[in-house]
């Protein structure tokens, strides 16, 4: 446990930006979750393995995407802008509940010639951020088509949607909200949840990847509980069991 840095702790449930940009109105951990989470699994690199969930950052070019990710995983905001090639990822780990979790945060390329490669790491997303920039509108009219291509990927799941309007600190208050307008609509025709974030002020940068990272971990043990694996603890480690192999029910601690 001790040679484990973990960048951040979670012991709470990260709402919505607001209720009305929404389609996850859960506001608090299943109690599923909570129980399951009561064996404290850190520290234990098999349980570890268990809780990984893989989020991708997509949209146009020069929308922000590189910088929302150096943002929250670098604390660093960098003017000098140099286009992404290819695909590059982050791991940020947490421990929520007690249990140690992450997320493999994915910066694709937003240039056509570079469309081939990123797609073909879109496979597997937990989680969808499409991203524009809250001061070029034409980039919000793409997210459409960004968010196609990237469910065109992922077939076999449902990942979590965030439409995400970047460089907040570009417009004013009144451009600001009637933009959001017609974001939180688009959000809703996408049946995905929306932020408005700032990378060059931090404005709520924390708070999206908390948010994401609660909502993806729930789901994950949920699945976990679901496929019947049993978090049984052996000595001070913990072994995932199958339980359709033993004919036994989950063991759990009583909240």
Not at 36 to 47: D, P, R, V
Not at 91 to 107: A, H, M, N, T
Not at 170 to 187: C, E, P, R, S
Request: glycine share 6%; proline share 2%.
């Amino acid at each position: 446990m001790e040679d484990i840095m973990f960048d951040r702790v979670l012991n709470k449930f990260i709402l919505p930006y607001n209720y009305e940009s929404t389609p996850y109105l859960q506001n608090n951990f299943s109690v599923e979750t909570r129980q399951q989470c009561n064996y404290k699994a850190i520290g234990n690199n098999k349980y570890d393995g268990l809780t990984m969930s893989k989020v991708i950052i997509i949209g146009d070019t020069s929308v922000g995407k590189t910088c929302l990710i150096n943002r929250y995983c670098n604390k660093i905001f960098d003017t000098n802008y140099k286009a992404t090639i290819g695909v590059d990822f982050q791991i940020e780990k947490f421990v929520i509940l007690g249990v140690p979790y992450s997320l493999q945060i994915w910066d694709t390329a937003g240039q056509e010639r570079f469309q081939s490669i990123a797609q073909s790491y879109y496979r597997g997303a937990h989680a969808i951020v499409v991203c524009f920039d809250l001061s070029n509108y034409e980039s919000l009219m793409h997210a459409k088509k960004w968010l196609k291509e990237a469910l065109n990927a992922n077939t076999n799941q449902s990942p979590f949607i965030f439409l995400v309007g970047s460089k907040k600190d570009l417009i004013n208050n009144f451009t600001y909200k009637n933009i959001k307008t017609d974001a939180v609509k688009l959000a809703k025709e996408l049946n995905a949840e929306f932020w408005g974030v700032s990378s060059k002020s931090g404005y709520n940068i924390e708070k999206l990847f908390s948010r994401i990272a609660v909502l993806t971990f729930d789901l994950l043990i949920k699945t976990i509980i679901k496929d019947e694996v049993v978090i049984k603890p052996i000595g001070n480690k913990l072994v995932g069991i199958s339980d359709k192999a033993n004919h036994q029910k989950p063991l759990i601690n009583c909240c």
